[in-house]
């Protein structure tokens, strides 16, 4: 696959078959990864890939954590409040994703059920975390946004799909403690990677993209 087409045919996956990803393919994926730039090359991230009996343990509590209420406790605090024109995005976004899996407004058990895949990870058999050193400033934050980027990059070209999800990082003390991560650490976010399940219908919706015209000023 040429770098366009992995650019334009990435999306997020929110279906997996659950089939283990070849575990050379996996390696070259991360290896591929690790080339993403970083602040003088500081390549803050640190990088936790897991799958197997640790990863499902991981799943079960965090759901358990959420299908009894407990509030989430992630390391990175969540937003409060977008600018209008995001906001706009971000419910466009749900409203559509929902409208195409059949989910109404009111159906509170259809969104509870949707929920609960994501903190399953839609079924993936690989999640990769990422965690910064708390020493590090807010800019590193840019560093981890360009690794996932070209984590996601690499996996597309090579017929695996992806997904960034917060929900993987929302109860990140069972992250810390089932990866044994130090409270010095930052669990900043993570990513569900594995095979598209091509017959689930919310795999044949893709997110809209603002035009050119709105987001990009030219200038000279």
Known sequence: ????????????????????IDSEVLRQIINLALQA?????????????VTGKKLEKIKSECTKRYER??????????????PSACLERYRSLGKALFEHIG?????????????????????????????????LSNYALIDVGLFFQTLCLSATAKGIGTCILTHLVLYS?????ELEIPNSKRVVMGAALGRTDMA?????????????????????
Not at 203 to 220: A, G, W
Request: glycine share 6%.
């Open 1 to 20: 696959m040429d770098f366009e087409s992995a650019i334009r045919e990435r999306k997020s996956i929110r279906a997996f078959t659950g089939d283990p």
């Open 37 to 49: 730039p970083s602040w003088g090359n500081t390549q803050p991230w640190e990088v936790y890939v």
């Open 69 to 82: 209420g407990d509030p989430p406790n992630p390391d990175l605090a969540l937003p409060s409040s977008w």
């Open 103 to 135: 989910i109404s407004r009111g159906d509170h058990i259809g969104r509870k059920s949707h929920y609960l895949k994501m903190f399953n990870g839609f079924g993936a058999p690989v999640f990769v975390y990422i965690c910064l050193d708390k020493q």
């Open 173 to 177: 003390d069972v992250v810390h403690e």
């Open 200 to 220: 689930a219908q919310i795999n044949h919706f893709k997110s809209c993209r603002e035009s050119e015209s709105v987001l990009v000023k030219y200038i000279c």
